[in-house]
């Protein structure tokens, strides 16, 4: 999967995406920044075919009202330990990877993974 890590997550996220055999991006590594909006982050993934992986809720409206960004993973998890982030990711990759390739959402909580047509 090609992905951008939003603001809120950290970039040791990024590192471990891509040891699993991602292609992951974040925003501080796009031109810009984290200086850029919502709107630009959204066209930003749209035009590059990226996932966006964010917590900013924001972007859920925006996939379900306009469909930007076309795809989205929505971390709903809360404030939580580093460590519990890139377990809950390492632990649900696969799954992951397998439903986006068909799925346009997908919320990521502590509950678990909810797929959004």
Known sequence: MRLLVDAQLPMKLV????????????????????????????????????ILVSKDYDFVDSHLIGLTPLKLIWVS??????????TLFENNIDLIE?????????Q????????HA
């Open 15 to 50: 590192d471990v995406l891509n040891r699993l055999g991602q292609d992951a991006l974040h925003v501080s590594q796009i031109p810009g920044g984290t200086a850029n909006s919502d709107r630009f982050i959204a066209d930003y993934c749209d035009q590059d075919s990226r």
């Open 108 to 115: 990521l909580s502590r509950a678990g993974i909810s797929f």
């Open 77 to 86: 998890v809360g404030n939580c330990r580093v460590f519990d982030l890139i």
């Open 98 to 106: 397998r439903h986006m390739s068909v799925h346009n959402f997908l």
